[in-house]
């Protein structure tokens, strides 16, 4: 006996029904609607938490892949959970992995929309809804599967299928011959609706599939159980055979007992916790409105359409942030699955499984057992765990896993780290392909560094790849990354490559104490590196554009925060005794020799600061060169106006010097300097230029009363009088 059940992939109601279907059955053996190298995987089911995923990949070569999820309310999954509690035979049956990620693996793909097509020939244009209302919304009804197989057939009549889907029914077809040839007297096949009239109506001769089978391309293919999530299940995800609300499907295949009632109280509970006020009686009105919206359609049951409009008018009272809070947290779902510990895996993810247990950092959250995907970590790097942490954070995002993306520290200190933690299914694929290079995520992320430290990389790539080791604690790897930055900082001539390197080298050999991971050789590397920059600097001054002004602005700024952070004073005196010769000499863009001077008055190294801004807004340099240095010197704020009263009566004196054509010539200019400013900065420099303090006349504010008769004398002089 065989008995097909033709389902729809990820709907509660076909889930419901396989298990229903199943026991009545009692089969002796289950094929399902997959891929055949799984079947020695089925066996290791028992120990997942779905939402997981069967992953198949070709070693080697990332792009071919390819996932099969499962969550609980499949009833695929179902029918695993069958097999493996009862002890029935697995198989699955759908065309293999190592064929559909071959290249044009089973022929060309169409397009059809079964579902869809029986939705529009009953009068509804929402297919969703449609097979609501029909399969899952239909409580202690017997299981439509005949009714299902009945319509699939109308549908098929005079449909010549695609060369991939006739493929896969003639595997299909050949399994199901095998298990019969097996002695199994009952057979339940689980797969999607379509095939159905495939596989439970007459069968075309034998020779006819093997001649669709022969000659298939193929390539090895591995596979392995991965978590989940319900995000990545849902349609927008990209999966093709997703659904668009994994976590309403979730409650209804869980919640048997008033699941419209307990699903808005649900929803009451998620808006309490973000300090809105809802009561019960919110929730008692939603129902109502949820159960007469139902009953207006003429649908068996409140569908999702019913309870998201009862929920926005009574929960959310029309407040859409609020509807599209409980669609994130309800509606789609946070769940993410997990596989169990006996589950085959390699080498590299069981690494890192068990660094995640040891740092109780579970991929859920912070801790085992933490529901929501996304946390935020706060990290005290002089706590042996928190350093921990963060060097396998750091190391898997070399191995391009990017499960932590670190962020601004909310305390002050070198100590202190903030990622942001959310693991994604697709990082599994990456740990296996990264397998190869290690079997643990440190001698992974190490050999990844040394293959890529002789390649392409240019010399900043290079000083912000001795960064990322010693923020992942690499022992291993630096001194090759090392040894390939000192070559090519000897051999590369241009001076912004030297410039961009700098920092990152100083932050390396700064931060690699701080974190009790010294980098010996990085002191001397960058003073060799900086008495390059000083030698090179000035002759890459003169001639610069605004665009390269802006861009050489941006990197002295930072290779003098790298001075400072190095702690040297002797290289200190030079760099300032360079920027102080580069002043001195002509030939620097004003908006340049602005900062420069601004840097070493800062730094307590220029006495003549007066002299220098007098010099720049003197009539000789022109208004857009003086705007220019004024923009360069101001650079950052405007405090040193605010608290030198010298200097802003100079900048006073020349702006009131312009004439209205230099005045409009280089406005934009100054709007641009003095817009960059804090208001209270700007503030406190319109009432210091008021009060006098800039070194200009005070201004009195005008008794128009006491001026009228003044006014009238003039105007009568002027012959302008009026009666």
């Given amino acids: 006996m065989i008995e097909v059940f033709g389902v729809r992939h990820h709907g509660p109601g076909s889930a419901q029904a396989v298990r229903e279907g199943l026991a009545r059955l009692r089969p002796d053996a289950i094929l399902i609607e997959g891929p055949p190298e799984a079947d020695a995987l089925v066996r290791f089911a028992a120990g997942c938490e779905p939402p997981v995923a069967l992953l198949a990949h070709v070693p080697g070569d990332p ?63 929402d297919p969703e809804r449609w097979w609501e209302d029909v399969v899952e919304h239909r409580p202690g009804a017997a299981p439509p599967f005949e009714v299902i197989g009945e319509a699939m057939a109308a549908l098929r009549e005079g449909y010549a299928p695609d060369v991939f889907e006739a493929r896969r029914e003639a595997y299909m077809r050949r399994v199901l011959r095998a298990t019969v040839k097996a002695g199994h007297e009952r057979i339940a096949v689980v797969c999607g609706a379509w095939h159905v009239p495939a ?89 109502r409105l949820a159960v007469s919206l139902a009953a207006l359609r003429g649908r068996p049951l409140p569908g999702l359409s019913e309870v998201t409009e009862a929920a926005r008018a009574v929960l959310c009272e029309g407040d859409e942030l609020r509807v599209a809070l409980i669609q994130r947290r309800m509606v789609v779902g946070d769940r993410l699955g997990h596989v169990g510990d006996d589950a085959p895996l390699v080498p590299l993810r069981r690494d890192l499984r068990e660094q995640q247990r040891h740092l109780r950092l579970h991929p859920a959250g912070l801790d085992e057992g933490a529901a929501p995907p996304v946390r935020e970590l706060e990290l005290d790097l002089r706590k042996t765990l928190d350093l921990g942490r963060s060097h396998l954070l750091h190391r898997l995002r070399l191995l391009g896993v990017p499960w932590g993306v670190p962020g601004e520290a909310r305390g002050k200190g070198t100590f202190r780290e903030t990622w942001r933690l959310e693991w994604r299914p697709e990082f599994d694929l990456a740990l296996i392909e990264s397998a190869a290079l290690g079997t643990t995520v440190e001698a992974a992320a190490t050999r990844r560094v040394l293959d890529l430290a002789p390649t392409g990389q240019n010399l900043g790539e290079l000083a912000a790849t001795v960064e990322k080791c010693l923020l992942a604690e690499l022992p291993g790897a630096l001194p090759g990354v090392l040894a390939a930055l000192s070559e090519r900082a000897a051999l590369d001539a241009d001076i912004t490559h030297l410039m961009t390197a700098l920092p990152a080298i100083v932050r390396a050999h700064r931060y690699g104490d701080v974190r009790g991971t010294p980098a010996e050789g990085l002191a001397a590397v960058a003073r060799s590196m900086l008495d390059r920059v000083r030698a090179g600097l000035p002759a890459a001054l003169p001639g610069l554009s605004w665009q390269a002004a802006g861009a050489m602005l941006a990197q002295v700024d930072g290779v003098h925060a790298a001075v400072d952070l190095l702690g040297d004073p002797a290289a200190r005196e030079r760099w300032l005794a360079t920027l102080l010769g580069i002043c001195d000499a002509p030939g620097a863009h004003g908006l340049v020799e602005g900062r420069l001077t601004r840097i070493l008055l800062d730094a307590g190294a220029l006495a003549d600061a007066e002299r220098r801004l007098a010099r720049a807004t003197s009539r000789g340099g022109g208004p857009a060169r003086a705007a220019a240095w004024i923009e360069g010197f101001l650079a950052g704020g405007g405090l040193l106006l605010v608290h030198d009263a010298r200097l802003l009566g100079l900048v006073d004196a020349w702006m009131s010097g312009l004439s209205g054509e230099q005045f409009t010539e280089v406005l934009p200019l100054l709007r641009r300097t003095f817009g960059g400013f804090a208001v209270p900065e700007r503030r406190a420099i319109g009432e210091r230029v008021r009060s006098g303090a800039g070194g200009g006349r005070p201004v009195r504010e005008v008794d128009e009363r006491r001026a009228a008769a003044a006014g009238r004398t003039v105007l009568t002089i002027l012959g302008r009088a009026r009666g």
Avoid: M, N
């Avoid at 071919?64 to 969550?71: D, E, K, L, M």
């Avoid at 193929?218 to 994994?246: D, H, N």
């Fill in 63 to 125: 792009a071919r892949s390819a996932f099969w999820p499962f969550a609980v309310f499949s009833p695929e999954w179902q029918a695993i959970l069958y097999g493996t509690r009862h002890g029935v035979p697995i198989r699955f049956c759908d065309l293999p992995a190592a064929h559909l990620l071959a290249p044009e693996g089973g022929g060309e793909r169409g397009v059809r929309d079964p579902i869809g097509e029986l939705a529009a020939a009953a009068g509804h244009d």
């Fill in 199 to 287: 596989l439970a109506g007459p069968p075309p001769p034998v020779k006819a599939d093997d001649a669709l089978l022969r000659g298939l391309p193929k390539v090895k293919a591995a596979l392995a159980w991965v978590p989940w999530t319900y995000e990545r299940l849902a349609i927008r995800s990209g999966y093709g055979a997703g659904v668009g609300s994994p976590g309403w499907y979730h409650h209804l295949f869980t919640v048997a007992d008033r699941p419209v009632e307990r699903w808005l109280g649900a929803a009451a509970a998620v808006l309490r916790e973000e300090g809105l006020a809802v009561s019960p009686a919110h929730v008692i009105e939603a129902v």
